[in-house]
């Protein structure tokens, strides 16, 4: 077997490589963040948002098909020549490494409160880092296998989320457009970041071995991410009260909490132990993003140096910095203002550039 077919994933790792890269942590706090803003309507903006990244994801495979052959890094270097090219490589290779600094952040944060509230930041940081270290040193195939592996070995979680609705008041999501489509779209903002992760396709494309079928893939992965941002919301607003919701830090983890069993207590601590695995898998993809992207602006092919290095910069920061809560949040705003640029109107813009191009090279050649 030679490099080329060691390096090919399936579409159903496709898929789900791009669906491990959105849901992410988001998703505990997302109900909260919704009722905030739009009350109980607020699962209406996850469709407006869904809508959104499903065009843009759409734009990212038209370009990639333009040449099937091409790597992202190819297509930049075609239509907007070298330097600029690359500048945009660096501007996106920073984003995603600061999307991965604010999940691991996130993440050892939720488990010192939950789970760990005894153990340093360092040692946290330490677990959370070893499987993703190792991951990363296999390639864009282990990557794949990686997030297949993962969401069917958690695919329990969102639905046990289902059992507390037994006691679920339909009640309290009636009326519907209770407050008009105002702030349903005010709310849009914050379902886009939710759904960021899609930028993977740019990644995976060269790699998938049914090119044709990219587009089906895009919509299936983001179609997944619908549905489980969707039920998360609808059981938080179904199980909470309007006024409830908003109190809560991380309503889908209170939302764990009425789930009782005999032999267990605190239960929303297995969740939670099990939900780092999805945590893991979250950040996989952006760090990849971030190691291709050296590989490609020092002219290497499968340099193993930035997969060594990025982990232990994550881990060792924690004895720099260790942030709160209040610190991760406001580093989520920054990060969410450049990601409305890098991740949905650049591939936009992009799209209708290599378009209009195209069309004007052919009447050209006429």
Partial sequence: MDKSKKREVTLLQYILGINAAQVGTSILRLPADLAQVASTDGWISIFVGWIISLIVSLCMVGVMAK?????????????????????????????????????????VGIIKVFILSDTSHFL??????????????????????????????????????????????????LPVLKEGWLPILHAVPLTLTSFIGFEMA?????????????????IIANGITLLVYLQITLSCFLYFSP??????????????????????????????????????????????????NINYLFNKQNWQLPAYILPLLLLFSFLIYRPDYNQVQVMSKWWSREAYIVSYAFPVLFFLYVTLYTRWKKKASF
Wanted: hydrophobic share 60%.
């Fill in 202 to 218: 740019w990644i995976l494309y060269p790699y998938l071995k049914s090119k044709q079928s990219a587009a089906k893939g895009i």
């Fill in 124 to 173: 946290l940081a330490l677990i959370f880092l070893i499987p993703v270290y190792m991951v990363l040193q296999g390639g864009i195939r282990i990557l794949a296998r990686y997030s297949e592996f993962i969401f069917f070995f958690t695919l329990w979680l969102p639905i046990l989320l289902l059992i507390p609705l037994k006691d679920a008041k339909w009640i309290y999501i």
């Fill in 67 to 107: 040449y099937p052959g091409a790597t992202i890094y190819d297509m930049l270097t075609r239509y907007l020549g070298k330097w600029l090219g690359r500048t945009w490589i660096i501007i996106w290779m920073a984003s995603a490494l600061f999307t991965a600094v604010i999940i691991c952040y996130r993440v």
């Fill in 243 to 292: 006024d409830e919701i908003p109190e809560f830090l991380w309503p889908t983890l209170a939302l764990v909490k009425p789930i009782q069993f005999p032999f267990l207590e605190r239960f929303e601590i297995v969740f939670l132990s099990f939900y780092t695995l999805i945590f893991s898998a979250v950040i996989l993809p952006f760090l990849f993003i971030v190691t291709e």
